[in-house]
């Protein structure tokens, strides 16, 4: 994914439509490696990608909401998580903050984990302007957060997101 010519922007817009396109495929098989592309993406070129960084947060945004696959699911949290590192969220914040809520209760270790370290991630991003309304869906998740430390996988209880922004 770090090759020169996806450097080149006329590639890269052109890869970018094709992957997101093949993000939406009925298979999840293909859903999953669109995402896992586009997540390659992010860490090959990542100077390239900060230029279509809310196109990207839609589609990975889009790809949690796929009730089908948990590995479209858990890929499109991996890509979320680097995406998010870099870059504010903006007027994702809300809708990301919600969907990441919903798979606390998740019984797939996996995206349980990968939802406390992204909501970890958006505790550190909380802006001025979201700061009351992350504080409420912390309250709405308080026993949730307190029974993730809890958790008999020692793997998934380490994960201790910071909470209060």
């Known amino acids: 994914m770090s090759d020169p010519m996806l450097r080149e922007k006329k590639f890269l817009k052109s890869i970018l439509h094709i992957l997101e396109e093949k993000s939406h495929d009925r298979n999840s098989i293909v ?10 993406l992010v860490y090959g070129v990542p100077e ?5 960084e809310k196109f990207l947060l839609d589609i990975l945004i889009r790809a949690l909401h796929d009730t089908l696959s ?7 949290m991996k890509a979320l998580a680097k995406v ?6 903006g007027s994702s914040f809300r809708d990301l903050t919600q969907q990441i809520r919903t798979y606390f209760d998740n019984e ?4 349980y984990s990968l939802a406390f370290v992204l909501f970890g991630i958006l505790a550190r991003l909380t802006k001025r302007t979201w700061k009351a ?8 998740s308080w026993v949730t957060l307190l029974l993730h430390l ?15 922004p």
């Open 84 to 89: 998010m590192k870099e870059n504010d969220v």
């Open 108 to 111: 797939d270790d996996p995206l």
């Open 31 to 40: 859903c999953q490696i669109a995402v896992r592309g586009l997540r390659n």
């Open 150 to 164: 809890q958790d008999p996988n020692p793997q998934v209880s380490m994960l201790r997101p910071t909470v209060m």
């Open 133 to 140: 309304y992350f504080a409420d869906q912390v309250r709405q």
């Open 48 to 52: 390239k990608v900060k230029n279509y």
């Open 70 to 76: 948990s590995e479209v699911i858990g890929e499109s």
